[in-house]
């Protein structure tokens, strides 16, 4: 009698078969399962005319006519389904919803005491019309511990963690308020642009939940940080949109909904927003298809050739750099942008594939990139005693030299593997392992720069 | 006998809605009776009915179930609506329509008859 082991194959061929099918987008799980049960009575019908199970699965199988075909069939049926969609997750089993459920929520009520945050200081007396310096040191210390919060719930961090995170909230906490800035001073204006940073790494060992010794985990770092923007920008661009119509219908009806607009639904808004985008964010990650990638792969060869035609153009007319005050944030942003475009195309290789073209670009865009901050820095060399030390200066000026060291370098091991020397993960390895340098630099920012400069 | 994409295409729908008519059923009972109907001259691919059975359940002329077979077996079962028994009826009108207008044909015309060569009924070549 050929009972179990034939059975045990048929099961295994049937297994195959399913996974097969459930690969296509176009074809749900409950319609694998509903062309499963057609599939087996198929095969028993054969099975019983005197077909071994091999035999019958075969043309149960052929029967069932080409998966191409049935797939594009299945498409012209449900052409909402080649759309991924985040909201409609409900096609599958029930389980996995419910989970999702309670992420929603909690996600929504992260980003609800987020909102809430960004206007308790508004009960003691601090007004964001009174005292908006205040907000702007504070913003990141009132909203980043929430969503911090958020991940160490999701991740479950242990208590040790969570007590270091504490300290790392507190501490800022402390330094964005116990110094006697200057009112709209440099270093104020650099506290209130550098603590964000510094507290971006509590947030990414919340984030990375354990993996933060991993390449792999802070690389996911940096592909969440990357969505991120660009989900939060999206959802800012409709909160104006909201606000302008708001204020268009309510102008209608001769009320000014402008100080409403002002002291609730913008902080309130991009308080809250942040959350969102980071539930966003992670809700989609499997869903759909990563974006920063894709404009990356858009903007680097346009960077580039930016670039190639600037340093062209300034070989042949032999132009210095006029180096004026601002210039050097200019380059600095050059630099910022650049890593960006080499991260998240790294973020998104396969580290295995060969070098090609593209790469050949990345690295053109890296050595031109350098070559033009160079000349800058040059002419910043020359003039600096001039210009004086001043803290957005000596800032500016430090977040170059880390950039470039980290640029040069990358640029090295990009070189390396285009030559076939090194593979792609050593470049992983050595940006996901520098990550710390720029926190320490903006925590020194924070700490150190506003008693050096006296406050000012 | 091959019968032509299209066709099949269009005579799906009530095909299938009057099978349901009959009764309540599922995917490969239904197949199995179309086979019946035509003794076996309309060959479906078993997969390409269940996207045609989708349909109809989005246009409203059947209802789904999912309920367990004698087998043991999850199944879905298909039900037709009273929006698809207006459908099949105004499907039969059509149909009866196009059958009477090809039989008129038909009958005026002599076709030559199916399996025949058809160089025969060609000139023969004279004085070769």
């Known amino acids: 009698m050929p009972a179990p082991d034939h059975n045990d194959s048929l099961e295994e061929q049937i297994n195959q078969w399913r996974t097969y099918l459930g690969r296509r987008q176009a074809i749900h799980s409950v319609d694998v399962a509903e062309l499963e049960d057609h599939l087996r009575e198929q095969i028993a019908v054969l099975a019983d005319a005197g077909l071994t199970t091999d035999e019958a699965f075969l043309v149960a199988v ?218 966003l964010v992670e809700a989609k990650q499997s869903v759909i298809e990563n974006m920063a990638p894709v404009l990356t792969r858009l903007f680097t060869p346009l960077f580039a050739a930016v670039l190639v035609a600037f340093l062209g153009t300034l070989v042949w007319t032999g132009r210095g750099v006029d180096i004026e005050r601002n210039a050097l944030i200019a380059f600095d942003v050059l630099l910022m942008v650049v890593l960006c475009l080499l991260l998240y195309s790294i973020s998104a290789r396969d580290p295995r594939s060969s070098p090609g073209t593209y790469d050949v670009l ?87 720069f506003p008693p050096l400069f006296r406050y000012v | 006998m091959e019968i032509n994409k299209d066709l099949i295409a269009a005579s799906s729908t009530p095909i299938v809605l009057a099978i349901l008519a009959e009764g309540d059923s599922y995917g490969y009972a239904i197949l199995k009776r179309v086979r019946e109907l035509s003794g076996g001259r309309m060959e479906w691919t078993d997969g390409m009915l269940y996207p045609v059975l989708h349909r109809l359940e989005r246009l409203g002329h059947a209802e789904a179930r999912w309920d367990v077979a004698e087998s043991g077996r999850r199944r879905k079962y298909y039900r037709i609506t009273s929006g698809g028994r207006a459908q099949l009826a105004e499907e039969h009108r059509q149909w009866q329509a196009v059958d009477a207008t090809l039989r008129g044909i038909w009958g005026v015309l002599t076709l030559p008859v199916p399996g025949s060569n058809p160089a025969s009924a060609a000139p023969l070549p004279q004085g070769a």
């Not at chain 1, 593979?423 to 320490?440: C, F, H, K, M, N």
Request: proline letters at 4%.
């Open chain 1, 62 to 279: 052929k029967r069932m006519g080409d998966p191409d075909a049935v797939s594009r069939e299945f498409a012209r049926e449900h052409s909402e389904r080649l759309w991924k969609q985040l909201v409609l997750s409900s096609s599958d089993t029930g389980e996995p919803l419910s989970a999702a459920r309670t992420d929603a929520i909690a996600a929504f009520g992260v980003a609800a005491s987020a909102a809430a945050a960004i206007k308790l200081p508004a009960l003691f007396g601090i007004g964001l019309d009174t005292n908006p310096s205040f907000y702007v040191r504070n913003a990141s210390v009132l909203v980043l511990p929430l969503l911090t919060g958020y991940f160490a719930w999701k991740r479950r961090l242990d208590t040790g963690t969570l007590r270091w995170l504490a300290v790392a909230f507190a501490a800022a906490a402390v330094f964005a308020n116990v110094f006697p800035f200057t009112p709209r001073g440099h270093t104020e204006v650099l506290t209130a642009l550098h603590l964000p940073i510094a507290l971006w790494l509590a947030l990414g060992i919340a984030y990375a939940g354990g993996r933060w010794s991993e390449v792999a985990g802070r690389m996911d770092f940096i592909r969440f940080s990357g969505e991120l923007v660009i989900y939060y920008i999206l959802i800012a661009l409709g909160g104006g949109a909201l606000t302008a119509f708001m204020g268009m219908i309510f102008k209608a009806i001769g009320i000014d909904v402008e100080r409403f607009f002002a002291s609730w639904l913008l902080p309130c808004g991009a308080a809250g927003g942040l959350v969102v985008a980071s539930w």
């Open chain 1, 362 to 448: 990345q690295v053109v865009l890296l050595v031109s990139a350098l070559l033009a901050d160079a000349v800058a820095l040059w002419a910043i060399a020359a003039r600096i005693t001039e210009f004086g030390f001043t803290p957005n200066r000596v800032a500016a000026l430090g977040e170059n030299v880390i950039l470039l060291v980290n640029l040069a370098w990358s640029a090295g091991l990009y070189i390396r593997f285009l030559r076939g020397r090194a593979s792609l993960a050593v470049l992983e390895r050595w940006q996901t392992d520098y990550l710390p340098v720029y926190v320490v630099w903006a925590a020194i920012v924070v700490i150190v």
